[in-house]
């Protein structure tokens, strides 16, 4: 089974970084692509980035593209979203989640095994 598990969010000013981690706690190790989404107070969840399995291939938002770079390590079965040029806009709580129901990479419906989540503040 997979278990994902979020870390590495806080408060931090604007401009500034953040690093994301996403573990996998479970025996199952993860063979899928990833993705990272986030969700605001009275907002939906919506998409951030995702990697293919391989690493190989990534997808970006708009409003995070050329600011946040996911990746991830296979070995480790772990997941990342570097986060640079914070803006308060960001502020959310982000999850990761792997792409296993099919359909658009864009959609959350698409993705399963849901984390906690992790808050992420950004102040002005």
């Known amino acids: 089974q997979v278990q994902l598990v979020e870390s590495g969010g806080g408060l931090v000013q604007a401009g500034g970084s953040l690093r994301l981690s996403c573990a996998n706690s479970?025996?199952?190790?993860?063979?899928?692509?990833m993705g990272w989404f986030r969700q605001a107070p009275g907002k939906e969840r919506e998409f951030v980035a995702r990697?293919?399995?391989?690493?190989?291939?990534?997808y970006y938002s708009d409003s995070v593209k050329g600011r946040f770079t996911i990746s991830r390590d296979n070995a480790k079965d772990m997941v990342y979203l570097q986060m640079n040029s914070l803006r308060p806009e960001d502020t959310a709580v982000y999850y990761c989640?792997?792409?296993?129901?099919?359909?658009?990479?864009?959609?959350?419906?698409?993705?399963?095994?849901w984390g906690q989540g992790t808050q992420v503040t950004v102040s002005s």
């Open positions: 990697v293919a399995r391989s690493g190989g291939r990534t």
């Open positions: 479970g025996r199952t190790v993860i063979s899928s692509a």
């Open positions: 989640a792997a792409d296993v129901n099919g359909g658009s990479i864009y959609s959350a419906h698409s993705y399963g095994y």
